[in-house]
Structure formats: C-alpha cells, structure tokens
C-alpha cells in the first residue's frame, strides 16, 4: 500500500479524479441528449397537429452528407422547371424533357451533364410519390430509416441510381429516337400568313389531317360488341409500381397504355388506338403582330394541335421586331421647297410633312405607326425613307425653267448641259473658278 502524501498516492488519486471527470461529463452530456430528445418530441407532437404523424419513440438524428449532391438544400421544384401545384402528368414530362436533355450520353462534353441528371432524379423520385411529396412539401423527409425515425429533408438523401431509375420508368421509351411518342404528342400545322395578316391579326381557316376519336369505337379501340381483358400487368389500376429501391414509384401503366384493360379484339377501323385521321376545317386566331416563325396552340376537339405561322415578306415594308420601314418618294420640286405628301400606314394613310431641302435617303420618324407589341397597347414606329423621283422627261417650259434655273446654280462641280459657263460657278475645289 502507498503511505498518504507519497508520489504513487498522489497519482493514483489524479487518476481517479481524472475517471470521475470522464464519468461526470458523460452523465451531463447523456443529460443534455434526453433533454434534446425531449424538446424534440414536444415539436414533434406540434406538427403532428397540422397533420403529420410524429413517432414518440423515433430517435433524431443528423443527416448523411457523404454524398456529393447533398452539399446545399435544393428546392425539386424549381429543378423540375415546375410550380408547387403541378400534376403528376406536369412533373413527369418536366423529368422527362430535363433528363433528355441533360443525359450524360448526350451531353458527353457537357462536365456537369452527369451531376445535372443526378439531380432530377432525386427531384423526380421525391415528387413523383404524393406521400412522400406532401412530407416534402411540410419540410420533413420521407426517408425513414428502419426504426422508424424521422428527418428533415436534405437535398442528396435519396440513393436511386438516375439511370436506373430512368430505365425503369421509360422502359421500351428509353431509346430517344422514340421518345416523342411518350409525351410530345401534338401535331405541328404550318400557316402561310400575308405580311398585313400578321401585322393586324386575323381569324384564318385551316385544313387539317387530325387524329380524333375514332367514330366506330369511341375511343376504345376494342371492336363494338367484344370484350376487354383486365390488365393483368396493373391488375385493372392503370398504374404500375416501380420499385427504386428505397420506396416504389407508381406510373402510368407500360402494357396498357393506362387503359386498365387489354383489347382481345381490335377496332377495324383504327386498329385498336381509338383514334382516326379525318380531315378538319378549324379557325385559327392569329395574333396581332406575330412574328414569322411564331407559334399558336389550338385545341381542336379533346386534342391540342400547334400552328407555326410563316410570315410572306411585303413588297412595301420591311420588318424590325415591332417598327417598319418604307420608302417615300417626293418630286424635285418637293425636295427643294418642301411640302406634304401621304404615306401608306399600316392601318391607314398618314400625311408627311417633308422640310424644304429635305435630302435623298434622309429619314423621317412617324411615332407610333408600327405594329402593336402582342399582348400589349403599345405599337412600334414608322421610318419613312424618303427617294427623291427625278423625271426622264420635261416639257418646253419645264426644260426652259430648269435651265433658267441651272444659269443662276451656283454650287456646280463640272458642267450643265445646254448652260454656258458662268464665272459665278465654283469650280471642283469652290474657288469661284471653271
């Protein structure tokens, strides 16, 4: 045994002082966890009253930040390009159109391309499931882990691989090249417009070759008096799940299109796709002030089709965005006295008045004459180019005044025909000398 106040004594003491320390600081700190714990489950029982279900016994914890996605909180929706309303059919062609675009084996120069696509999957496997969105929507993750816990969401916490989880909801879509019968389903019509008719705006009929629903079968795409077989793939729900390997995807189901239902006996009219090409006579509405190349959506029957409009150029005006240009021609006479002469507007006649010794080329602004901004009251400006129109032939009496005329000129270079040499005449440098 050590005597008191010996150097083995002594340490022995600070070594068990030093564990009491050890033991002490972990009692308060377990201490200060319960406490935690507490205050949480007190929250918790706060949101369960707005309406989301809190476990008591769910233990909180912080987040896995391994991944390299999840270094910033990320809002899905604005990734998706989608508003917090949109439907599921929105947020799936959102993904859809994003993912296509921004697929690493498309954008393979693009060094971001793969982590863009990363993205969107994590947003599309989110929003996709209404459960899990409306959690999202509260802030709360849906990812629960397997005792039950809950957590607030961060971006990166979801593992689905993004090309798997392309794969397994496009399926037969998953090559481009077909990828436009998934979605993109409505036919583009081109409409030949006059210059005036895209300026003013016109109502314009348009002969169409159209899919419409099919007259024989409405639309069943069975033949009339036959049965369907339930969808075997979908059990008759129209919907399939898709299993992403943290939670299941449900989507419009891939054998039946949706329909719920098998066609054993097809439609001998349209083949079983309920739809039928006939031709259509439908009015088209054109906007004051569209521009060559722009586009119109009209819904024809249950459908939407897109016109494209294709502007002719006018022999008169030339177009820039909103303001037009034209070019005026005046007389001699006009140009040097002035005068006013009229000028064919877009929408009527408009008087100009042109200054004496108005020039050729010169320019002239009419404020407020162009084409109306679309969708606005506001219109564009008309630029009048005035040309001076100098006449191939004179009279007797209008030789002998132009003559009278060029005998008083002063401010020749050279000569004029017929008109002798006058002293006054400012010869090639203006000395006043021929």
Not at 23 to 43: I, N, P, T
Request: a positive charge; charged letters at 25%; proline letters at 4%.
């Amino acid at each position: 045994s050590e005597a008191p106040g010996s150097c083995a004594h002594a340490l022995k003491q600070e070594v068990i002082m030093a564990s009491f320390a050890s033991w002490f600081a972990k009692r308060c700190f377990s201490a200060s966890l319960c406490s935690a714990h507490r205050r949480l489950l007190k929250f918790a029982d706060r949101r369960a009253c707005i309406g989301l279900k809190a476990s008591h016994d769910a233990t909180y914890h912080s987040f896995h930040t391994s991944s390299s996605r999840c270094a910033n909180t990320e809002d899905f929706y604005q990734i998706l390009g989608v508003s917090r309303t949109a439907s599921q059919k929105e947020i799936k062609k959102a993904y859809y159109q994003l993912a296509k675009k921004h697929h690493p084996d498309t954008n393979q120069d693009d060094p971001n391309a793969k982590e863009k696509f990363a993205k969107l999957a994590d947003a599309y496997e989110m929003l996709s499931d209404e459960v899990k969105r409306k959690q999202y929507d509260l802030g709360f993750s849906p990812n629960h882990g397997s005792t039950g816990e809950q957590q607030y969401y961060r971006a990166g916490s979801t593992n689905i691989d993004p090309e798997d989880l392309f794969r397994r909801i496009f399926g037969e879509f998953a090559n481009f090249s077909h990828f436009n019968s998934v979605f993109d389903d409505r036919p583009e019509f081109l409409m030949e417009l006059t210059f005036l008719e895209a300026v003013k705006g016109a109502n314009k009929d348009l002969s169409v070759d159209i899919e419409d629903t099919c007259p024989r079968c409405n639309g069943s795409g069975g033949e009339p008096g036959t049965k369907v077989s339930v969808c075997h793939y979908c059990n008759g729900t129209g919907m399939e799940e898709i299993n992403t390997g943290s939670y299941m995807l449900r989507s419009s189901c891939r054998r039946c299109g949706g329909r719920k239902s098998i066609i054993i006996t097809p439609c001998a009219l349209c083949r079983g796709s309920g739809l039928t090409k006939r031709k259509q006579t439908i009015t088209v509405p054109v906007p004051a002030g569209v521009e060559d190349g722009g586009k119109v959506t009209v819904p024809v029957g249950g459908r939407e089709i897109i016109i494209t409009f294709r502007v002719q150029k006018s022999p008169i005006y030339r177009r820039e965005g909103i303001n037009i240009h034209s070019n005026v021609f005046i007389s001699v006479a006009q140009a040097i006295l002035g005068g006013v002469t009229e000028v064919q507007g877009l929408y009527k006649p408009i008087s100009l008045v042109i200054p004496a010794g108005c020039q050729a080329d010169q320019v002239i602004l009419l404020q407020g004459n162009g084409i109306r901004k679309m969708n606005s009251y506001s219109y564009g400006d008309h630029y009048a180019h005035i040309k001076i129109r100098v006449p191939k032939k004179l009279t007797k009496r209008q030789r002998s005044l132009v003559m009278c005329y060029a005998e008083e000129e002063t401010d020749v270079h050279g000569t004029v025909n017929g008109v002798k040499a006058s002293g006054k005449r400012n010869g090639p440098n203006g000395s006043g000398m021929m």
